[in-house]
Structure formats: C-alpha cells, structure tokens
C-alpha cells in the first residue's frame, strides 16, 4: 500500500507542475491550489535578479527571501482563475503563496532535521498526515485551519513547546511547491494524493501533540533557526 500511494503522490507533483518548467510549473501549481483545491494564493516576492539568493524586497535582512508577498499584500490572496492567471502570466517564475487559515490550511513546521525524524516517528505511532511541505532548512506539516484561542490553549497544556516549532495559523502564509525561494526549490515532502477535491489535513492537536511527544522521547530540543 506504502509503494502504491507514494506513485500515486509522484504522479500529482508532475501534474501540478513540478516536473516542467519553472514558469510553466508555477502557474499550473497556481492554478491547482486556487480552483480545484480552493486554497487562496497569491504571488510571491521572489528572489533578486543579482542572485546570491538574495530577496527582491527591500529588507537587507529578509528572513525568509523571496518566500513572502510584497506587491500585492496578503490580502490580495485569491481563488480567482482570472486572477492567479493574470500574476503568473506577468509573473511567471514568481513563488506561490498559500494565505493560511480562513478555509484554507494551517501549518507547523520545524527544522528540517528535526522534522524528517518528527515524521518518521508519526508514522511508527500510526498518526495519518496530509500534505508535508519541504525546504532546505524546514518541514512544513499542513494541519486544519486553527484560530488562535485554540493553538493558545493547546499550547498551554503541553507541558514543553520546543522552541523552533512555528505555527502558520489566520495571518500567515507559507510558499508551496514548485516555488524558488532562498532556501533552494520549494519540495513536496509528502505530497497530495491525486484528485480534483482539497487534500485532507489532520487536526493541529493530533500533530502538535505527536511532534512535542516525539522530539520530547528522542531527546531532540529542535534549536532555534
């Protein structure tokens, strides 16, 4: 079953474009999210053309380069086809950002090291995920949408919150796959199995509640970055 859905998971990353072409891969991903999953997007900032992997943005100090709005804003967010076609038709290599929340999915993520053990140890405990998003540095775990009231109390009832765990909750926003950012090609870690509906997500408590108890167990502190 293991080797069916991981064929299944590779035959939807190349058709939302991850084996094209960049520009080509960008807009069809777009396209994916926005109309048939229903996932607001909008276009990222990118890189700066000097490279360096530097962001085009303004900000010497960018943590996260070319993986976040700027023009338009995050509430430009869209599931419009006219529109997402309109930003990746002008914009084609731009990154793809997921506007997290609302109805569209959350996240948590961890260092990458961390994660990769974080999710094996998931696995060994039976705990079903969705989609998992990857860089270079990070691993992104899409969780159901979340409000704040509740990510607070289930944070006040663990009794240690690694450090480097972020939450990308109402507000938020992460870069999906294909996107070039300056953390290296955005990457499907686990990706979505094929279909026109939404992928599911699990609960953010199932996964934050496994992650804590797993770093915890392994002895695993996950270091600021």
Known sequence: ???????????????????????AGQLGAALTFATAWRWPVLPGVGLDRR???????PDPECVVPGAHPLDPGLLAASTDERMVRWWWTNRPAAPVVL????????????P???GERALAALDEAGIRLGPVVATESRVFILVAPYSLAQLGEL???QDHVPGSLRFH?????LALPPSGTGQGTVRWERAPLPGS??????????VVDAVVDALT?????????
């Open 155 to 157: 944070l006040h009832a």
């Open 169 to 173: 909750g109402e507000g938020g926003y």
């Open 197 to 206: 509906a939404a992928p599911w997500v699990p609960d953010v408590e199932a």
């Open 51 to 57: 490279g360096g992997g530097r962001c085009a943005c």
């Open 112 to 114: 990458a090291d961390a």
């Open 217 to 225: 167990r392994m002895g695993v502190s996950a270091p600021e970055m």
């Open 1 to 23: 079953m293991r080797e069916i859905l991981g064929r299944r998971r590779r035959l939807l990353s190349w058709r939302i474009g991850t084996r094209s072409g960049r520009g």
């Open 99 to 110: 506007a997290t929340g609302g109805r569209a999915p959350c996240a948590v993520s961890l």
